[in-house]
């Protein structure tokens, strides 16, 4: 698949403006039976990446994914993702913080979450709800104990941007490589497929009034998207704003990124010593000698 993915990936430091970029690109594929082949070759590839990373051991890849609603989060994760080793990968989804976790930094719950070395780590929705969400919706910050005086005085959202990068460059200094997906969505797409979830008994628990009511917010969340992506996106922790109204051309994207990040790492089995050579050349033998027992 030929794709400059790099298109979609936010500059460091550039002023996002979400309207000027496309919910809706040309496919990459030319009919239904090509895309289904098409994925299915990524993730074929992934599957076999992700079992030389979980053997190389030496880097972790955590993957996060944000949108507004009916965006497609859960269907990309699960295409893209079907083929990967369940053993070496987690999906985390994060709904409203705990009693405990109100006790604690907005970072905290998401760090115990994190991809230990070999794994890959995928985020539904993150830490980043703490600067999109809260703050198209500032009334949640009364409830997370936050000092007045730190609320109050006026740079709370600059402040919680320098902790989240200050603290993916520590990760990456470490070996997590952390890839990051916006999933921009039009507003006449999602009433669409709200307007689905309703026609589809079987869909129809996905949709609340609650959904209706954010739809209200839906400027103020382009805006506190376009604050938040500006000011996060770095070399070392990319946002890549992937058109999402085409499911399909969406889970193509997001593979292909993420194929391009594990290819990046330079990914190999572990080569086997002198000793280790020697020590199952020893196994060896024990085995065979229990063919003549």
Same mark, same amino acid.
């Given at each position: 698949?030929?794709?400059?993915?790099?298109?979609?990936? %936010?500059?460091?430091?550039?002023?996002?403006?979400?309207?000027?970029?496309?919910?809706?690109?040309? =496919?990459?594929?030319?009919?239904?039976?090509?895309? &289904?082949?098409?994925?299915?070759?990524?993730?074929? @590839?992934?599957?076999?990446?992700?079992?030389?990373?979980?053997?190389?051991?030496?880097?972790?890849?955590?993957?996060?994914?944000?949108?507004?609603?009916?965006?497609? &989060?859960?269907?990309?994760?699960?295409?893209?993702?079907?083929?990967?080793? =369940?053993?070496?990968?987690? %999906? #985390?989804?994060? *709904?409203?913080? +705990?009693?405990?976790?109100?006790?604690?930094?907005?970072?905290?719950?998401?760090?115990?979450?994190?991809?230990?070395?070999?794994?890959?780590? !995928? #985020?539904?929705?993150?830490?980043?709800?703490?600067? /999109? !969400?809260?703050?198209?919706?500032?009334?949640?910050?009364? $409830?997370?104990?936050?000092?007045?005086?730190?609320?109050?005085?006026?740079?709370?959202?600059?402040?919680?941007?320098?902790?989240?990068?200050?603290?993916?460059?520590?990760?990456?200094?470490?070996?997590?490589?952390?890839?990051? #997906?916006?999933?921009?969505? +039009?507003?006449?797409?999602?009433?669409?497929? #709200?307007?689905?979830?309703?026609?589809?008994?079987?869909?129809?628990? *996905?949709?609340?009034? $609650?959904?209706?009511?954010?739809?209200?917010?839906?400027?103020?969340?382009?805006?506190?998207?376009?604050?938040?992506?500006?000011?996060?996106?770095?070399? @070392? $922790?990319?946002?890549? %704003?992937?058109?999402?109204?085409?499911?399909?051309?969406?889970? /193509? !994207?997001?593979?292909? %990124? !993420?194929?391009?990040?594990?290819?990046?790492?330079?990914?190999?089995? =572990?080569?086997?010593?002198?000793?280790?050579? &020697?020590?199952?050349?020893?196994?060896?033998?024990?085995? *065979? $000698?229990?063919?003549?027992?």
């Amino acid at each position: 698949m030929h794709f400059d993915c790099d298109a979609l990936c %936010v500059q460091e430091g550039t002023n996002v403006n979400l309207s000027a970029l496309p919910t809706l690109v040309k =496919p990459l594929y030319s009919s239904r039976e090509e895309y &289904k082949e098409m994925l299915a070759l990524q993730v074929e @590839h992934l599957r076999k990446l992700q079992n030389v990373h979980y053997a190389d051991n030496r880097f972790s890849l955590l993957l996060i994914f944000q949108a507004m609603d009916a965006a497609g &989060k859960d269907s990309i994760i699960r295409h893209v993702m079907t083929g990967v080793n =369940p053993q070496g990968c987690q %999906v #985390f989804s994060f *709904k409203h913080p +705990s009693a405990e976790e109100l006790e604690h930094d907005f970072l905290w719950r998401s760090n115990r979450c994190l991809p230990e070395r070999g794994h890959i780590g !995928i #985020f539904n929705r993150s830490y980043y709800e703490e600067v /999109l !969400i809260v703050r198209v919706h500032p009334e949640i910050l009364s $409830a997370e104990g936050i000092a007045d005086e730190v609320i109050s005085g006026g740079k709370i959202w600059e402040h919680r941007y320098r902790s989240i990068v200050d603290m993916e460059t520590h990760l990456y200094r470490n070996g997590t490589r952390i890839v990051k #997906f916006f999933l921009h969505l +039009s507003k006449a797409e999602q009433r669409k497929r #709200f307007l689905s979830r309703i026609d589809a008994p079987e869909k129809n628990w *996905k949709l609340s009034m $609650a959904d209706i009511e954010e739809r209200k917010y839906w400027d103020g969340y382009m805006k506190a998207y376009e604050a938040c992506l500006g000011a996060t996106s770095t070399k @070392h $922790a990319p946002w890549y %704003v992937v058109p999402a109204d085409d499911k399909e051309n969406a889970r /193509l !994207i997001v593979s292909r %990124v !993420i194929l391009d990040t594990l290819e990046s790492l330079d990914l190999s089995y =572990p080569l086997s010593s002198e000793s280790r050579q &020697k020590e199952l050349l020893d196994i060896r033998e024990q085995l *065979k $000698a229990e063919e003549d027992v």
